[in-house]
């Protein structure tokens, strides 16, 4: 009986010890990403789309530099493109031509915005969320102000992603 009990332990142990060994032979796989979904949302006001030419600029599903002018108060943009890959986006806001806007004159500029990037696996498993949240809320500003106000408030996002989903700040060069 005895014996029974010493092959029973030493056949335990011997189990045991294959599972450790399976397990350093076998390190976990790192997640390779095949695609970036960027999601781009910009709301802003009346007021701003009625005194500003306001271009956004964005990557498109070829990694080019496209760009748009916003004609209504809501942008939303979803850009697929194969990791790896450069995405991020870009705007710019220009007085119109023609409003010449005086010291007396008012304005209340108003927008927002986010840029949601998600890498995701061939499986369509999804990696780490990134949201970039930009914006600017000012009331009363003077018109003689307008023009430098704006041209200060120029947003430029960019990152790079790599195929194990490593993403890094980048510059994009967005022919501005």
């Not at 999601?39 to 789309?49: F, G, H, P, V």
């Not at 696996?121 to 949201?131: H, S």
Request: glycine share 6%.
């Amino acid at each position: 009986m005895k014996k029974f009990l010493y092959l029973t332990i030493a056949a335990l142990a011997l189990v045991a010890c294959g599972d450790d060994d399976h397990e350093e032979n076998n390190p976990p796989q790192e997640k390779q990403y095949t695609k970036l979904v960027t999601r781009a949302n910009m709301d802003i006001s009346q007021e701003l789309l009625n005194i500003a030419d306001i271009t956004v600029y964005y990557m498109d599903e070829a990694g080019e530099v496209v760009n748009e002018r916003m004609t209504s108060p809501v942008l939303e943009k979803t850009v697929t493109q194969p990791i790896p890959c450069k995405t991020g986006m870009a705007v710019t806001f220009t007085v119109k031509p023609d409003l010449n806007p005086t010291a007396e004159e008012k304005f209340d500029i108003k927008y927002s915005g986010k840029l949601t990037t998600t890498p995701y696996t061939k499986n369509d498993d999804p990696g780490a969320m990134l949201n970039k949240v930009f914006g600017l809320d000012l009331k009363g500003l003077r018109g003689d102000k307008l023009a430098e106000t704006l041209s200060h408030h120029t947003t430029k996002i960019g990152y790079t992603y790599t195929a194990d989903g490593k993403r890094a700040d980048t510059s994009i060069q967005w022919g501005f």
